[in-house]
Protein backbone atom coordinates (compact mmCIF):
# COMPACT_ATOMS: atom_id res chain seq x y z
CA UNK A 1 0.00 0.00 0.00
CA UNK A 2 2.92 2.31 0.70
CA UNK A 3 4.61 1.71 -2.66
CA UNK A 4 0.99 2.43 -4.42
CA UNK A 5 0.66 5.78 -2.50
CA UNK A 6 4.55 6.70 -3.05
CA UNK A 7 3.95 6.11 -7.04
CA UNK A 8 1.28 8.28 -6.92
CA UNK A 9 2.61 11.45 -5.57
CA UNK A 10 5.71 10.75 -7.47
CA UNK A 11 3.04 10.86 -10.16
CA UNK A 12 1.41 13.88 -8.76
CA UNK A 13 4.14 16.40 -8.61
CA UNK A 14 5.05 17.38 -12.10
CA UNK A 15 1.33 18.20 -12.64
CA UNK A 16 0.73 20.05 -8.83
CA UNK A 17 4.93 22.00 -9.91
CA UNK A 18 3.48 23.33 -13.19
CA UNK A 19 0.24 24.60 -11.69
CA UNK A 20 2.40 26.24 -9.09
CA UNK A 21 4.49 27.74 -11.57
CA UNK A 22 1.79 29.01 -13.77
CA UNK A 23 2.19 26.24 -16.34
CA UNK A 24 -1.21 24.82 -16.05
CA UNK A 25 -3.07 27.84 -16.66
CA UNK A 26 -3.99 29.72 -19.69
CA UNK A 27 -3.88 28.30 -23.25
CA UNK A 28 -4.36 24.80 -24.94
CA UNK A 29 -2.34 21.88 -25.90
CA UNK A 30 -2.31 20.24 -28.62
CA UNK A 31 -0.01 17.99 -30.91
CA UNK A 32 3.31 19.81 -32.55
CA UNK A 33 3.07 19.65 -36.30
CA UNK A 34 5.47 16.84 -37.28
CA UNK A 35 7.27 16.62 -33.58
CA UNK A 36 4.71 14.48 -31.38
CA UNK A 37 5.77 16.92 -28.47
CA UNK A 38 3.54 19.11 -26.64
CA UNK A 39 2.93 23.31 -27.70
CA UNK A 40 1.04 25.74 -26.09
CA UNK A 41 -1.18 27.91 -28.22
CA UNK A 42 -2.95 30.72 -27.79
CA UNK A 43 -6.82 31.04 -27.48
CA UNK A 44 -8.46 33.39 -30.24
CA UNK A 45 -9.27 36.21 -27.77
CA UNK A 46 -5.47 36.45 -26.96
CA UNK A 47 -4.63 36.24 -30.57
CA UNK A 48 -6.92 39.43 -31.31
CA UNK A 49 -5.48 41.11 -28.11
CA UNK A 50 -1.97 40.88 -29.74
CA UNK A 51 -2.96 41.79 -33.12
CA UNK A 52 -5.24 44.79 -31.80
CA UNK A 53 -2.73 45.83 -29.43
CA UNK A 54 0.30 45.93 -32.68
CA UNK A 55 -2.00 47.49 -34.63
CA UNK A 56 -2.72 50.31 -31.50
CA UNK A 57 1.26 50.41 -31.23
CA UNK A 58 1.53 51.54 -34.75
CA UNK A 59 1.24 55.02 -35.99
CA UNK A 60 0.46 54.74 -39.49
CA UNK A 61 -2.59 51.77 -38.44
CA UNK A 62 -3.95 53.51 -34.93
CA UNK A 63 -6.28 55.94 -36.53
CA UNK A 64 -8.37 53.14 -38.64
CA UNK A 65 -9.89 50.95 -36.11
CA UNK A 66 -9.18 48.01 -38.37
CA UNK A 67 -11.45 44.98 -37.78
CA UNK A 68 -9.90 41.88 -36.35
CA UNK A 69 -11.43 37.74 -36.01
CA UNK A 70 -9.98 34.70 -35.22
CA UNK A 71 -11.55 31.52 -35.50
CA UNK A 72 -9.05 28.58 -34.18
CA UNK A 73 -6.06 30.88 -35.11
CA UNK A 74 -7.24 31.90 -38.82
CA UNK A 75 -7.34 35.92 -38.64
CA UNK A 76 -9.66 38.08 -41.11
CA UNK A 77 -9.01 41.49 -41.30
CA UNK A 78 -11.76 43.95 -42.49
CA UNK A 79 -12.06 47.72 -42.83
CA UNK A 80 -10.08 50.53 -44.89
CA UNK A 81 -6.84 52.10 -44.85
CA UNK A 82 -5.47 54.90 -46.96
CA UNK A 83 -2.87 52.98 -48.63
CA UNK A 84 -1.68 49.29 -49.85
CA UNK A 85 1.37 50.61 -47.72
CA UNK A 86 -0.85 50.46 -44.30
CA UNK A 87 -2.72 47.25 -45.58
CA UNK A 88 0.69 45.06 -46.06
CA UNK A 89 2.08 46.06 -42.26
CA UNK A 90 -0.93 45.61 -41.07
CA UNK A 91 -1.34 41.65 -42.44
CA UNK A 92 2.72 41.62 -42.03
CA UNK A 93 1.60 42.46 -38.03
CA UNK A 94 -1.13 40.19 -38.04
CA UNK A 95 1.15 37.29 -39.07
CA UNK A 96 3.88 38.13 -36.46
CA UNK A 97 1.66 37.02 -33.95
CA UNK A 98 1.80 34.05 -31.87
CA UNK A 99 -0.37 31.52 -32.42
CA UNK A 100 -1.54 32.88 -35.57
CA UNK A 101 -2.26 30.62 -38.75
CA UNK A 102 -2.99 32.23 -41.46
CA UNK A 103 -4.44 35.88 -41.90
CA UNK A 104 -6.91 36.66 -44.80
CA UNK A 105 -6.54 40.13 -45.45
CA UNK A 106 -10.15 41.65 -46.48
CA UNK A 107 -8.71 45.50 -45.51
CA UNK A 108 -10.18 47.81 -48.49
CA UNK A 109 -7.89 50.79 -50.03
CA UNK A 110 -10.09 53.98 -50.16
CA UNK A 111 -10.38 54.92 -53.48
CA UNK A 112 -10.17 51.79 -54.93
CA UNK A 113 -12.52 49.17 -55.84
Do not use: W
Amino acid sequence: MRIVLLLLLVLAQPACTALMVGGGSGGAYEPARGGGTATMTMSDAEIIAEVGAAFDADPGLKMFGLGIRCDGGNVTLSGSVDTYAARERAEKLAIAAHGVRSVDNQIRVKGTR
